[in-house]
């Protein structure tokens, strides 16, 4: 059953790619805007609020960068993983693994707190490969489940172990300064390692044998096979690299922005990191796009919780309706539905 | 019951071609042929399960009982049965079935494969059909439950019941069947009673012409492939035929898990494990090689589809474009530029036409006079008389001695019906 699904979401020929991304972008929007309508605003004003919030202004664009950062880290490790016919929908959990990798790592600079939060990631994804080889647990489920263990694991180092030298709060101490991401501008440095992952992934993918190898698995895990592939270890390292990058995406959220710990430290961007992924068609490059797009709808929906008052949890709808579309309008392909 | 004139496609592939069929009460019929032969499909037309493209059918009262079981498992015997016939006493219609089948409070999930096929049998029997049809009934049951199965048979026959069975086992066909029609390629090619294992052997694989090619080969050193009775030397081709479901798929399977070394392997089913069809044609051959660069490997393929003569319009066309036997070609040219000492070849030109066909064998034996070992497992006797230097026998999962072409003509078709072979009747 899953294994339709994913034929049907790397199917696309590559004329199709644009207009379905597009469409699926735009529907979210309309249907956003539209919804509006309940709360007693007319769509007109609700898009009008969502760009002005997202993109409007220098401040708004910043915002919006800002969350387009973990974002683009965590589609990228959902397209690696997908596009190697493995499901980790656990980037929530090893964005947290990341993140208290990085935090235990931070007295030692940023340098190894980044290090630490790429291998802590890497290690939590592959906890689920693991399970695969052993026992042929499938991914969809571990992975899913080892996000309530990270998310519970955090909770317990906040309120415990790690928790404020006052102990007042459920949170960390700050980290030292010299681990923090040093500035751009008015950004943190984590968009030139995000943008840079989302090259190396390109990279990796179209330009390396382990990538093609990586993606043969993921088409046809039988041909590839026959084709002298090593199907399983594929499925580890696209399993720990996808980690990785969840991993960095929390650690760069904790050393440029958060710089402490605290229980709700994910936000989402695990599970966003799939509707990322899906609209930009599971390629790294159309992720800068999509992590841009789903950035400002955060932004934007920030903004309609302050001056419309509607929650800003809409963002999550518009998520939920890129998904559904990209799911429902990806061609199949050739007609053959072995 | 009449079929006349019943053609039936999916896609392109025809499954059913222009079949007539009558049916008399009592008879048994064993309908026979390879995997793929259009068995399944012709019984589900005459069961009322797929509607023909064209042609009609008198439907009388059907029962089928498929391949593969279609229960619930987390349910009891008897809720089973309650599903398939709401409101009956189900001791009472496994009573009236005539089969032993007891514990009806069991679940099905603990019952053995055999016990799952009798209560199948035993939804089928409850709608009292008049033609009641078994798809590869004894594909899951020991000597002694297919012989119950046959007493059932028997007795439903001497009822009045036209039952039709389908199998691509000689012997247990033979035994049961009064009238024997043999399937190929979607058409009838023998609708008659008493036949020899030989003789029905023959009609159920395909056989274009009788000559017997042998080709002599000086090269002979050590052996490149060997499995307790199979030997393949470098330089040489080795068969390995038979009737299709005896084992050779497992034997392929195996060989691409065990054989290390620089092998190529041609696999079975070309549509599953061939080639990656979302990837372009560079992709898929550059799959078999250890560096990749885009440019090198379009360079490369475009070399690949120039000599091996593949109809595309460039390399970085998609595989799954191309015709199948062009496909195929990308294979050949993947495996067979990897230089290997071993070549395990599956059906290498099933579905190719002639001159692809050719294409392929002429391919093969140059490989094995560049001293490759090729092992070549078809079910086309011609392909194997054409190219084997030496032929086995595959039948139930076991190999029979290694036969030169001239003893396997002879004894071929005795060997693939399981008559006269040593080996003592379990399973592949």
Same mark, same amino acid.
Request: aromatic share 6%; proline share 3%.
């Given at each position: 059953?899953?294994?339709?699904?994913?034929?049907?979401?790397?199917?696309?020929?590559?004329?199709?790619?644009?207009?379905?991304?597009?469409?699926?972008?735009?529907?979210?929007?309309?249907?956003?805007?539209?919804?509006?309508?309940?709360?007693?605003?007319?769509?007109?004003?609700?898009?009008?609020?969502?760009?002005?919030?997202?993109?409007?202004?220098?401040?708004?664009?910043?915002?919006?960068?800002?969350?387009?950062?973990?974002?683009?880290?965590?589609?990228?490790?959902?397209?690696?993983?997908?596009?190697?016919?493995?499901?980790?929908?656990?980037?929530?959990?090893?964005?947290?693994?990341?993140?208290?990798?990085?935090?235990?790592?931070?007295?030692?600079?940023?340098?190894?707190?980044?290090?630490?939060?790429?291998?802590?990631?890497?290690?939590?994804?592959?906890?689920?490969?693991?399970?695969?080889?052993?026992?042929?647990?499938?991914?969809?489920?571990?992975?899913?489940?080892?996000?309530?263990?990270?998310?519970?694991?955090?909770?317990?180092?906040?309120?415990?172990?790690?928790?404020?030298?006052?102990?007042?709060?459920?949170?960390?101490?700050?980290?030292?300064?010299?681990?923090?991401?040093?500035?751009?501008?008015?950004?943190?440095?984590?968009?030139?390692?995000?943008?840079?992952?989302?090259?190396?992934?390109?990279?990796?993918?179209?330009?390396?044998?382990?990538?093609?190898?990586?993606?043969?698995?993921?088409?046809?895990?039988?041909?590839?096979?026959?084709?002298?592939?090593?199907?399983?270890?594929?499925?580890?390292?696209?399993?720990?690299?996808?980690?990785?990058?969840?991993?960095?995406?929390?650690?760069?959220?904790?050393?440029?922005?958060?710089?402490?710990?605290?229980?709700?430290?994910?936000?989402?961007?695990?599970?966003?990191?799939?509707?990322?992924?899906?609209?930009?068609?599971?390629?790294?490059?159309?992720?800068?796009?999509?992590?841009?797009?789903?950035?400002?709808?955060?932004?934007?929906?920030?903004?309609?919780?302050?001056?419309?008052?509607?929650?800003?949890?809409?963002?999550?709808?518009?998520?939920?309706?890129?998904?559904?579309?990209?799911?429902?309008?990806?061609?199949?392909?050739?007609?053959?539905?072995? | 019951?009449?079929?006349?004139?019943?053609?039936?496609?999916?896609?392109?592939?025809?499954?059913?071609?222009?079949?007539?069929?009558?049916?008399?009460?009592?008879?048994?019929?064993?309908?026979?042929?390879?995997?793929?032969?259009?068995?399944?499909?012709?019984?589900?037309?005459?069961?009322?399960?797929?509607?023909?493209?064209?042609?009609?059918?008198?439907?009388?009262?059907?029962?089928?009982?498929?391949?593969?079981?279609?229960?619930?498992?987390?349910?009891?015997? &008897? #809720?089973? +049965? !309650?599903? =398939? %016939?709401?409101? @009956?006493?189900?001791?009472? $219609?496994?009573?009236?079935?005539?089969?032993?089948?007891?514990?009806?409070?069991?679940?099905?999930?603990?019952?053995?494969?055999?016990?799952?096929?009798?209560?199948?049998?035993?939804?089928?029997?409850?709608?009292?059909?008049?033609?009641?049809?078994?798809?590869?009934?004894?594909?899951?049951?020991?000597?002694?439950?297919?012989?119950?199965?046959?007493?059932?048979?028997?007795?439903?026959?001497?009822?009045?019941?036209?039952?039709?069975?389908?199998?691509?086992?000689?012997?247990?066909?033979?035994?049961?069947?009064?009238?024997?029609?043999?399937?190929?390629?979607?058409?009838?090619?023998?609708?008659?009673?008493?036949?020899? &294992? #030989?003789? +029905? !052997?023959? =009609? %159920?694989?395909? @056989?274009?012409?009788?000559? $017997?090619?042998?080709?002599?080969?000086?090269?002979?050193?050590?052996?490149?492939?060997?499995?307790?009775?199979?030997?393949?030397?470098?330089?040489?081709?080795?068969?390995?035929?038979?009737?299709?479901?005896?084992?050779?798929?497992?034997?392929?399977?195996?060989?691409?898990?065990?054989?290390?070394?620089?092998?190529?392997?041609?696999?079975?089913?070309?549509?599953?494990?061939?080639?990656?069809?979302?990837?372009?044609?560079?992709?898929?051959?550059?799959?078999?090689?250890?560096?990749?660069?885009?440019?090198?490997?379009?360079?490369?393929?475009?070399?690949?589809?120039?000599?091996?003569?593949?109809?595309?319009?460039?390399?970085?066309?998609?595989?799954?474009?191309?015709?199948?036997?062009?496909?195929?070609?990308?294979?050949?040219?993947?495996?067979?530029?990897?230089?290997?000492?071993?070549?395990?070849?599956?059906?290498?030109?099933?579905?190719?036409?002639?001159?692809?066909?050719?294409?392929?064998?002429?391919?093969?034996?140059?490989?094995?006079?560049?001293?490759?070992?090729?092992?070549?497992?078809?079910?086309?006797?011609?392909?194997?008389?054409?190219?084997?230097?030496?032929?086995?026998?595959?039948?139930?999962?076991?190999?029979?001695?290694?036969?030169?072409?001239?003893?396997?003509?002879?004894?071929?078709?005795?060997?693939?019906?399981?008559?006269?072979?040593?080996?003592?009747?379990?399973?592949?």
């Amino acid at each position: 059953m899953s294994e339709n699904l994913f034929r049907r979401l790397r199917l696309s020929t590559p004329d199709s790619r644009l207009p379905i991304a597009v469409l699926a972008a735009t529907l979210s929007i309309a249907l956003l805007a539209l919804s509006g309508i309940a709360f007693g605003h007319s769509p007109r004003e609700l898009l009008s609020i969502l760009i002005s919030g997202s993109v409007g202004s220098n401040f708004a664009l910043q915002g919006t960068l800002l969350k387009s950062i973990p974002l683009l880290l965590t589609g990228l490790s959902v397209a690696i993983a997908f596009r190697a016919g493995v499901w980790n929908i656990g980037g929530e959990g090893q964005f947290l693994a990341g993140a208290l990798g990085a935090f235990l790592a931070a007295r030692y600079g940023m340098i190894a707190a980044l290090a630490a939060s790429l291998i802590a990631g890497a290690i939590w994804a592959s906890i689920a490969s693991a399970m695969r080889l052993w026992r042929n647990a499938p991914e969809v489920l571990t992975t899913i489940l080892l996000n309530f263990i990270a998310i519970h694991l955090l909770g317990y180092a906040v309120n415990g172990p790690l928790q404020e030298a006052s102990g007042k709060y459920p949170q960390s101490d700050a980290i030292p300064m010299s681990a923090m991401l040093p500035m751009i501008g008015d950004l943190h440095a984590g968009i030139v390692l995000a943008v840079g992952a989302a090259i190396a992934a390109w990279f990796l993918l179209y330009r390396t044998s382990e990538g093609l190898r990586l993606r043969a698995s993921g088409f046809n895990r039988s041909a590839a096979k026959w084709a002298g592939v090593n199907v399983n270890a594929q499925l580890v390292r696209a399993m720990a690299i996808s980690g990785a990058m969840a991993g960095l995406a929390g650690g760069i959220e904790l050393l440029g922005v958060t710089h402490r710990l605290f229980e709700r430290f994910a936000a989402g961007y695990g599970y966003a990191g799939i509707a990322v992924a899906l609209l930009a068609q599971l390629h790294p490059l159309g992720t800068l796009a999509s992590a841009f797009f789903f950035g400002a709808l955060t932004t934007g929906a920030g903004e309609l919780q302050r001056t419309a008052g509607i929650s800003s949890t809409v963002a999550t709808f518009g998520q939920a309706i890129v998904i559904l579309v990209m799911i429902v309008f990806t061609r199949r392909r050739f007609g053959q539905t072995r | 019951m009449h079929l006349s004139h019943i053609t039936k496609n999916f896609g392109t592939n025809v499954a059913v071609d222009d079949v007539s069929l009558n049916f008399t009460q009592g008879e048994i019929v064993g309908l026979v042929g390879e995997n793929g032969a259009g068995k399944t499909t012709l019984m589900s037309i005459a069961a009322g399960e797929l509607t023909p493209d064209t042609g009609t059918v008198d439907y009388t009262k059907a029962g089928i009982v498929h391949q593969h079981f279609l229960l619930v498992n987390e349910f009891t015997i &008897a #809720e089973n +049965l !309650a599903l =398939a %016939m709401w409101g @009956r006493d189900p001791a009472e $219609v496994i009573r009236d079935s005539g089969i032993d089948l007891r514990g009806f409070h069991r679940r099905v999930a603990d019952l053995s494969v055999g016990e799952k096929s009798k209560l199948e049998l035993i939804k089928a029997i409850a709608g009292h059909p008049r033609f009641l049809i078994l798809d590869e009934p004894t594909s899951v049951l020991a000597p002694a439950e297919a012989r119950e199965l046959f007493d059932v048979m028997r007795r439903l026959a001497a009822d009045g019941v036209t039952v039709v069975f389908i199998s691509h086992k000689i012997p247990e066909v033979l035994e049961v069947a009064t009238r024997i029609v043999v399937m190929r390629r979607g058409r009838i090619v023998v609708d008659g009673g008493a036949m020899s &294992a #030989e003789q +029905l !052997a023959e =009609a %159920m694989v395909e @056989r274009r012409s009788r000559d $017997v090619v042998t080709i002599a080969r000086s090269i002979r050193g050590e052996a490149a492939l060997q499995l307790d009775t199979l030997e393949v030397h470098p330089g040489e081709i080795v068969a390995i035929i038979g009737v299709a479901g005896n084992g050779q798929s497992e034997l392929a399977a195996n060989l691409r898990e065990t054989l290390r070394g620089r092998v190529a392997h041609i696999p079975e089913d070309r549509a599953r494990d061939g080639l990656i069809a979302e990837m372009t044609i560079a992709e898929n051959i550059a799959l078999a090689e250890p560096r990749w660069s885009p440019r090198a490997a379009a360079r490369r393929a475009g070399e690949l589809i120039e000599r091996f003569d593949i109809r595309a319009q460039s390399p970085l066309q998609r595989a799954g474009s191309l015709s199948g036997g062009n496909q195929q070609k990308v294979i050949l040219a993947r495996e067979l530029e990897r230089k290997p000492e071993i070549i395990v070849a599956a059906e290498p030109t099933r579905g190719l036409d002639i001159e692809a066909t050719r294409f392929v064998h002429d391919e093969l034996r140059a490989a094995a006079a560049r001293g490759a070992a090729i092992l070549l497992i078809t079910s086309d006797l011609d392909e194997a008389f054409a190219l084997g230097d030496a032929i086995h026998v595959i039948y139930r999962g076991r190999l029979s001695a290694r036969l030169t072409p001239n003893e396997a003509a002879l004894q071929a078709p005795r060997l693939m019906a399981g008559v006269g072979s040593r080996e003592s009747g379990v399973g592949a």
